[in-house]
C-alpha cells in the first residue's frame, strides 16, 4: 500500500476490522488501529456484532432449521463514509461493509448453531437491521400433498372474506378476516398448529358442492405452509382430525408442484323420487345409461370461456325400484365436470356454466336432492398435465390457486 495512502488512513482513525476491510493486512490492521468504539467510520459498529450475533441466535432459538443465509441492513451513513474515504484516497479496498458483516454474523451463526450456510435453497433467511436493531426470519415455505375427507355436510370448500369486518378481523371471523367454517379454514388451523407456521395457500384438485360429502380416500390437495417454525414435525394425522374433516395421505414436497394433475371422480348424486322417473322403463334406462358410457361431454365454464371435451365413464341407475332405499345415480367421470349440470343440465339455455348432453335431456323431470346433491366416492389422480401458473389467466378452471403463491 502506497504511504499516501497509509498516512491518510492512519489519519482518519479506524478500527481494526475496518483497515483489514481496506486492504491492511491483521498484523498491520492491529498495530495501527483505534478502539472500534473511537473508530470514525463505523463507530463501534464492528464491536457490537457480537452482541447482533448473540441476538440472532437467540431469535433463531424458536425455529427449526438445517440451512440459513444471512441478509445485513447496513446504517446508510456509515456506508456513504466509507465509500467516500475510498473515493478520496483512491483505494478500492478488499471487501464492502456490508459483505464483512454478514460474514461474521454467518459464521458466528454457523458455529454456535452447528447449522450450515446456504445461498441457494436456505431453510431460513434471516435480515438483519442494523439500524434498526431488527431481526427479521423469513422460513422457506413447506409444500405437502394430502388428501381431506368430510364428514359433515355444509362445508364449503373455500374460505370468503368477513361479511362483518370485510377483511380486517373481527370476533366474528377469529381475527382472520375470513370466514371460519370452511375446509380452507379448517385445514389452515390444523397445519398452523402442527407446523406452527403462519398461513397456508392452497392448490385444489377439484371441488365439490358445500353440501356434499368427501368419503373414500379423500380429495387430494396441494398445501403451501407459509412461515413454518417446524419444519420436521411428527406427521401423526391423528392430530389431523377436526369434527368434520379429517386429512390423510399427507406428504412433504420438494418444492412447490410444477403441474397440477388431472384427475377422476366417482360420486353418487342423490334424485328426488318422483312418478316420472318412477316409471322409468327398464329398456329406456339401460339405452341412457349406453349413451353415457365412455362417451364425451362438452362442458363450458363461463359464458366466454371456450368449451371443452371431458370423458364419462359411466352413469348407473341405483335403487330405481327400492323404494326404501334413496334414489342414487351413481357416475364416474373426468374431473372437472359440474356433476350438477351433468344431471340436471343448466336451468336456462344462457346459463354461462352448462354440460351437453346431460341426463334431464334424455329422462323427464330428473332432479337433484338439494340438501344432499351428490357425495364424492373417490378421486383418482391420472397424471400431470395441468400447469397451475398458467391456470390464472382462465377465469374458471378445473383448478384453481386459492391465493397468489409468491
Ligand atoms: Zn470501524
Ligand atoms: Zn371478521
Known amino acids: 500500500m502506497q504511504s499516501a495512502v497509509v498516512s491518510g488512513l492512519l489519519k ?220 420436521h414435525p411428527v406427521i401423526d394425522e391423528g392430530n389431523l382430525v377436526s369434527q368434520s374433516i379429517k386429512i390423510t395421505e399427507v406428504k412433504t414436497l420438494r418444492s412447490r408442484p410444477r403441474s397440477v394433475p388431472s384427475f377422476r371422480i366417482k360420486c353418487r348424486v342423490f334424485l328426488v323420487r318422483n312418478d316420472d322417473i318412477q316409471k322409468l322403463p327398464q329398456s329406456k334406462r339401460e339405452e341412457i345409461e349406453s349413451i353415457f358410457r365412455n362417451s364425451f361431454v362438452s362442458v363450458r365454464l363461463s359464458r366466454k370461456q371456450r368449451v371443452v371435451a371431458k370423458k364419462v365413464i359411466y352413469v348407473k341407475f341405483l335403487n330405481l325400484e327400492n323404494n326404501q332405499e334413496p334414489l342414487l345415480l351413481e357416475i364416474c367421470c373426468d374431473g372437472g365436470i359440474p356433476i350438477k349440470k351433468l344431471v340436471a343440465g343448466g336451468e336456462k339455455d344462457d346459463e354461462p356454466i352448462a354440460v351437453t348432453p346431460n341426463l334431464s335431456q334424455y329422462v323427464k323431470g330428473v332432479s337433484i336432492d338439494p340438501e344432499r346433491p351428490f357425495d364424492v366416492l373417490e378421486v383418482s389422480l391420472l397424471g400431470a398435465t395441468t400447469n397451475p401458473t398458467s391456470q390464472r389467466s382462465e377465469s374458471k378452471p378445473d383448478f384453481e390457486l386459492e391465493v397468489p403463491l409468491k
Not at 170 to 181: D, I
Open 12 to 231: 482518519k482513525k479506524l478500527c481494526e476490522s475496518c483497515l483489514i476491510r481496506q486492504g491492511f493486512s491483521k498484523d498491520t490492521s492491529r498495530r495501527l488501529s483505534v478502539k472500534s468504539e473511537e473508530c470514525s467510520l463505523c463507530e463501534g459498529l464492528m464491536a457490537r456484532l457480537e452482541s447482533y450475533s448473540d441476538a440472532l441466535v437467540n431469535r433463531l432459538s424458536e425455529y427449526e432449521f438445517d440451512s440459513f443465509l444471512v441478509g445485513a441492513r447496513l446504517p446508510p451513513d456509515i456506508v456513504d463514509r466509507e465509500d467516500e474515504l475510498r473515493a478520496e484516497l483512491k483505494i478500492r479496498g478488499k471487501e464492502t461493509l456490508k459483505a464483512q458483516v454478514t460474514r461474521y454474523l454467518s459464521n458466528a451463526l454457523s458455529k454456535r448453531t452447528g447449522k450450515r450456510l446456504d445461498y441457494k435453497l436456505p431453510d431460513i433467511t434471516v435480515l438483519f437491521s442494523v439500524s434498526e436493531g431488527s431481526i427479521e426470519v423469513q422460513p422457506r415455505p413447506i409444500w405437502l400433498s394430502a388428501r381431506y375427507l368430510k364428514t359433515e355436510r355444509g362445508i364449503p370448500q373455500r374460505s370468503t372474506i368477513c361479511s362483518v369486518c370485510r377483511g380486517v378481523g373481527c370476533a366474528n371471523c377469529n381475527f382472520e378476516g375470513k370466514t371460519p367454517h370452511s375446509i380452507q379454514a379448517i385445514i389452515t388451523r390444523l397445519l398452523k398448529n402442527m407446523y406452527r407456521a403462519e398461513d397456508c395457500n392452497f392448490i385444489w384438485i377439484g371441488s365439490e358442492d358445500e353440501k356434499s360429502l368427501v368419503l373414500g380416500n379423500g380429495r387430494p390437495f396441494y398445501v403451501e405452509v407459509v412461515g413454518p417454525k417446524l419444519r
